[in-house]
T-cell receptor, first 110, second 115 residues
């Protein structure tokens, strides 16, 4: 089973920042947090990952709390093309497979 | 940007027939995976493959399934005798070697429909 808890759905206005929360209260010290998204009829798309420091790339920012029990994915300026299911995943480097949960269905509203 | 490519995009097969799904992973990647997603359900891990052998497989990956890397570029999933319940999207993924925290990158899948 997935080790994370995410809200089933969220709405965000186009042009605003989308902040997607994830709870991973049982995360262990060697587990990374990964975010993927799945746009309708496409394969999962890697977004970002991190261990304990905040991370930023061209797609998004990942904010991990100091106790590592939760994180937030931030899409700084959401567009309609960001409408997708977003998956928060934790795994260690000893467990190579990805276990997907149900994710958060993000609706970007025009 | 390099990507994982899968063919065909849609495969329709009669129950009991064999089917081969094909994937071309990203060229410098060393680890390969198959996942499936039944309509309306979660993405599920099937198998991981490294150095020409299976690293791990799930309970779904029974004797009807096999994987192969027949040459330096292709990675295939074979289902020997398809069942109705094999209808699903099948996703191939790959990742670089070295640091196992490198992310997996997915293709856009093959939709398999068993009649």
């Amino acid at each position: 089973d997935a080790k994370t808890t995410q809200p089933p759905s969220m709405d965000c206005a186009e042009g605003r920042a989308a902040n997607l929360p994830c709870n991973h209260s049982t995360i262990s010290g060697n587990e990374y947090v990964y975010w993927y998204r799945q746009i309708h009829s496409q394969g999962p798309q890697y977004i970002i990952h991190g261990l304990k420091n905040n991370e930023t790339n061209e797609m998004a920012s990942l904010i991990i709390t100091e106790d590592r029990k939760s994180s937030t994915l931030i899409l700084p300026h959401a567009t309609l093309r960001d409408t997708a299911v977003y998956y928060c995943i934790v795994r260690t480097n000893r467990d190579d497979k990805i276990i997907f949960g149900k994710g958060t269905r993000l609706h970007i509203l025009p | 940007e390099p990507e994982v490519t899968q063919t065909p995009s849609h495969q329709v097969t009669q129950m009991g027939q064999e089917v081969i799904l094909r994937c071309v992973p990203i060229s410098n990647h060393l680890y390969f995976y198959w996942y499936r997603q039944i309509l309306g359900q979660k993405v599920e891990f099937l198998v991981s493959f490294y150095n020409n052998e299976i690293s791990e497989k799930s309970e779904i990956f029974d004797d009807q399934f096999s994987v192969e890397r027949p040459d330096g570029s292709n990675f295939t999933l074979k289902i020997r005798s398809t069942k109705l319940e094999d209808s699903a999207m099948y996703f191939c993924a790959s990742r670089e070697g070295g640091d196992s925290n490198q992310p997996q990158h997915f293709g856009d899948g093959t939709r398999l429909s068993i009649l």
